[in-house]
């Protein structure tokens, strides 16, 4: 809602500071999917199964969540494929617009379920983690209330329909994280909290690599995708060494 909102204020985008906010929010993604909750999933699987055999387990859990955003990639299209469509007055380059905007909308909104049930499985552990998981999604969710008001608002010059199409995919993250709870809670067990954590570590890698850095290099200038990465790795890496 906030990147709508202030694609509403200026009706213009900043290529830079689109491909800065992508990229740190990929680094800041990969970085804590590598360093923290891919080993959270081992430690789970450890209180259960020998040393080896839960290493096993927490890769098998990493490349299953890997697997399952790419066949979502299949289905859905990549919701950041554009994030800065021109005006188009035409009637036929409306109604393109207008769904590309709902294509958008519906595309991210099924991406925002796992991202939200990963921040809540990650704050329920440990609000360390949660938190500066959430913090890396937040930044780049903001890119991606842009790619969805940007069409639709230019398609059909109403504000209040954009908005409305932007804040129904923003609720996906928590109705997803809410709906995931119900469904687990009845089997909570480390076992169960060792998967949901290496599926976590693996789908956030993949959307970071997969969308995340390819389209922020596409909007970059110079090394600005290397720059943000490298930014939100290391905010992430003082937060986990702050709150240790």
Not at 42 to 59: G, H, I, L, M, P
Not at 102 to 107: E, G, Q, S
Not at 196 to 222: H, N, Q
Not at 234 to 243: D, E, H, P, Y
């Amino acid at each position: 809602m906030l990147g709508a909102l202030v694609l509403l204020k200026t009706k213009e985008t900043n290529p830079r500071v689109l491909s800065f906010g992508l990229s740190f929010a990929g680094g800041a993604m990969v970085y804590i999917s590598m360093i923290e909750i891919f080993w959270k999933s081992e430690d789970y699987f450890k209180q259960v199964f020998t040393s080896k055999v839960a290493y096993n387990y927490t890769t098998l859990a990493f490349f299953a969540g890997i697997l399952l955003i790419f066949l979502m990639d299949k289905i859905l299209p990549n919701p950041h494929n554009d994030l800065s469509v021109p005006p188009n007055s035409d009637e036929a380059g409306d109604i393109k617009l207008k769904k590309l905007g709902i294509l958008a909308a519906v595309a991210i909104t099924a991406h925002n379920i796992p991202e939200g049930m990963a921040t809540f499985f990650a704050t329920l552990e440990n609000p360390k983690v949660g938190l500066s998981l959430s913090v890396a999604i937040a930044i780049h969710n903001i890119p991606e209330g842009i790619s969805i008001v940007i069409p639709i608002f230019y398609a059909t010059g109403s504000k209040k329909k954009a908005l409305i199409a932007c804040l129904i995919s923003a609720l996906a993250e928590p109705i997803g994280a809410l709906v995931g709870f119900v469904v687990l809670k009845p089997f909570l067990s480390p076992t169960l909290f060792g998967v949901v954590f290496g599926l976590i570590a693996g789908t956030m890698v993949f959307l970071s690599l997969d969308e995340l850095l390819p389209i922020a290099k596409k909007y970059s200038r110079g090394h600005d995708t290397v720059y943000g990465m490298g930014f939100g790795m290391i905010c992430i890496a003082v937060s986990l060494a702050i709150f240790k």
